[in-house]
Every structure is written in C-alpha cells, then in structure tokens.
C-alpha cells in the first residue's frame, strides 16, 4: 500500500461485487490503489423484545448491497466497515505489528427500528456488540482464509462466518496469492482405532445356539479429573508484565449437547501482550482457544474480556465472547488470588471452572506474584467474627433460656393452696 508518511490515514473508497456466494470489497486508498479486500458471508442471529412482551429471535444475511463508508486504510491500522440494510453496519478493526497483523474486534449494529428485520420490536434503539475474533498472526502480504463456519456467540446475537477471505493490509495494490488458513480449515489427523485387549485365553464354546447377546450397556460419560494447575507468563522486552496460576475447566453449550474440558497446560501453546491500560493471555491448544483480555483504570484491574473457541466433531469452529465482564478485580500493583474452585457463567453458553488461580496482568516486579488480594472464599480472617458471633448468641439464648426456667420453678413454689 502506498502511503505518503508513515502514519497518515486514508479515507477509502470501496468497490462491491456480487458473487453469487458472499460479498466481495475492494478498498482503495487516496491514490485510488487497492489497500484492503475482502470477500466473506455473514449470516446474523438476533433476539429481540417485541411490543407483547415476547422475546422473539430472527436471522438475516449480510446483504449483497452493502456501501463501504467508514472503511479506512493506515499505516499500522485498518477497518473494512460493511454498512448495509436499514442503519445496520458490521466492521472488523485491523492492526499491523511489522510482518504481521490481526484482528483486533468484530462491531455488530444493528438498527431495531426496521420493521422488515426486526418487525414489532418494543426498542427503536440501535444497539451494537462487540467481539474479538481468533484472526492473528497473519503475513502482511497474505490473506486470511477460513472456508469453513465460525459461530460467534454472544447473549442476544450469534455471527456465523464463512467463506471468508480478507487481507488488511495490501502491499503495493495488488492482492497477495499467499493464503494463511485458519485451524478449522486445516486437516486434522486422525488417530486409528483401538482395539480392545483380549485375554489369550480361548473362550469356552456355544452350547445354546439360541441364546441372545445382552443388551449393550450405556456407559455414562467418566467425570473429568480436577484439572491440572499452569503456570504462565507473558513478557515484553524480555522482562516478564503477566503472571497467571491457574487450573481450568470450561464447560460450553454447542445445541442441545453440554460438553467440559481441562486446559492441559503441557500441551499448550502461550502467548500475549501487554500495554499500559490493558493486557492479553491466549491460551491455544489443539482442541481450544481462549483468550483472557484485562484492562486497568489507573487504580484497579480485572478480567474485561474472554473470548472462548473450539471445533466440533463436524469441524464447525464453535466460538463464545463476553466482553463485559468484571471478574477477579484487585488493585494495581497485587494479584487476585482465589484457591477455591469458583464457577463463573460467562454466556448462557459458557462456563468458567477455576482452580488454584492467581493472576497479575500488570505492574510485575522482579518477575514474581505481589501481595495477593484474596477472594471471600480463601478470606479465613472473616470466619474469625461469625464464629465469635455465633458463639455469643448462643451464650445469650442459653442464659435467656435457663432465667426463664427458674422464673417458672419461683413462681410455682410460691402458688396460694
């Protein structure tokens, strides 16, 4: 992409095609050369309130007639904004890190005052969600490609994407041929079949050749192992910024099936960021993603954001988001800790298990955990005055009861014959 310093913004403009699958985006820059494609299918699942008081659910697809105001093309940054329908829009923000970019977030907005989309909706409102998508560490002069189905859930709005194929950052105004494939895409090997063990021992024969088989038995899925407890680190200039401890489980709703999974820190994959309001920890394996996003407000930290990915048996990515979340809050310069295992609900599709945990997503020192702000399930100190507290009202009514006993016996000594 031709720019004329090194972080001047350009205001694209935009040619839409209409391939019979999807919509194709060329975005231009001010010197009217390619700096961003795409070509992609959306489809969006919405539940809104209708004016009964009903909560009802529909589904529409990114229209084909979609106008690219709002589309921008920079030097370390780029949004392909796709407006469409009555006042709805859907943009991803792109950022560069040398040879590399991203996807930073997902904006979905969507306008309830149109009747044809949203017909007797209570809200006019145009409400709009925010997620973040597993697109990283891509080549910049190479397209993203994932063929096949990425389901994007969040409370009220699901996101399926398919047929994806997006380069943010275009070199020289010529779209690359290289292609990075997401995990969904790629084959995966399967392993063969085991064969039970058999004793070497020869079975007796048949004496009754009538008798039947018994039925087979349903053996009930074994319950998971308490999870096995990570230690992980992120650093930036070779000085360690994040720590985190911690056991995980995640239990997630894909239909009508419920399914749960230990993290096994062996086998996973670590990596991260850190900037001086917020900081990231992603966890990959070959059976999930996860993505743990804190932020600071210059006197505390929590968890902001988690964003949860897996594929199905189907090979159908399975992707759950919350991005407004408040959860294990300390003050800057501490860590949360919280050895008791706690169970957070993420979505109404997502569930958080957590196990020795202990985190520190800003302000390490010397490479270890500071002073822990502990959670009220670890506090012993509060036990200290609910026992003492107990125990005094226990000694109140004891002494309650036995004066009222001896006012009783007083009282029935003294009584006229």
């Avoid at 913004?9 to 194709?24: D, H, K, M, T, Y």
């Amino acid at each position: 992409m031709t720019r004329c310093a090194a972080f001047v913004l350009f205001f694209a403009s935009a040619i839409v095609f209409q391939p019979s699958r999807g919509v194709e985006v060329n975005v231009t820059d001010g010197q009217d050369k390619l700096c961003l494609y795409a070509n992609l299918m959306v489809h969006f699942s919405v539940s809104y309130e209708e004016t009964a008081n009903k909560s009802v659910t529909t589904g529409f697809e990114l229209s084909k007639d979609v106008t690219t105001n709002g589309s921008e093309c920079d030097a370390t940054s780029s949004m392909l904004k796709l407006n469409f329908g009555d006042g709805h829009s859907w943009s991803v923000n792109f950022t560069r890190n040398g040879d590399w970019y991203q996807a930073d977030s997902i904006t979905f907005s969507y306008n309830l005052s149109d009747s044809t989309v949203f017909p007797n909706s209570l809200s006019n409102e145009t409400k709009s969600v925010t997620v973040k998508p597993q697109i990283a560490n891509v080549g910049v002069d190479t397209c993203y490609s994932c063929k096949s189905k990425d389901v994007i859930s969040t409370d009220l709005v699901n996101m399926t994407l398919s047929d994806v194929l997006i380069q943010a950052f275009v070199i020289n105004g010529s779209k690359s041929e290289m292609i990075s494939s997401c995990s969904a895409d790629q084959p995966t090997t399967s392993a063969p079949p085991t064969t039970q063990a058999t004793n070497a021992t020869t079975d007796a024969p048949v004496t009754n050749a009538t008798s039947t088989a018994p039925p087979p038995t349903t053996t009930p899925t074994p319950t998971l192992p308490p999870p096995t407890t990570g230690n992980y680190s992120i650093k930036s200039d070779n000085i360690t910024c994040l720590l985190a401890n911690f056991g995980l489980r995640i239990g997630f709703k894909q239909g009508e099936t419920y399914q749960e999974m230990n993290l096994e820190p062996n086998a996973t994959t670590v990596s991260g960021s850190c900037r001086v309001n917020s900081s990231e920890l992603q966890l990959v394996t070959n059976t999930m993603t996860i993505m743990f996003t804190f932020t600071n407000d210059t006197a505390k930290f929590h968890l902001h954001a988690l964003n949860f990915t897996t594929k199905s048996s189907s090979g159908v990515a399975f992707n759950v988001a919350n991005s407004n979340l408040s959860l294990w809050e300390a003050a800057l310069g501490s860590s949360y800790m919280c050895n008791k295992e706690q169970n957070y609900t993420i979505t109404s599709l997502l569930s958080l298990y957590t196990f020795n945990l202990r985190v520190q997503p800003f302000g390490v020192s010397k490479g270890v955990f500071s002073t822990a702000h502990e959670c009220s399930l670890d506090d012993s100190s509060i036990l200290i005055p609910i026992i003492v507290g107990a125990a005094l009202a226990g000694l109140i009514l004891i002494v309650v009861i036995a004066y009222v006993i001896g006012r009783r016996k007083t009282y029935v000594g003294y009584q006229t014959l």
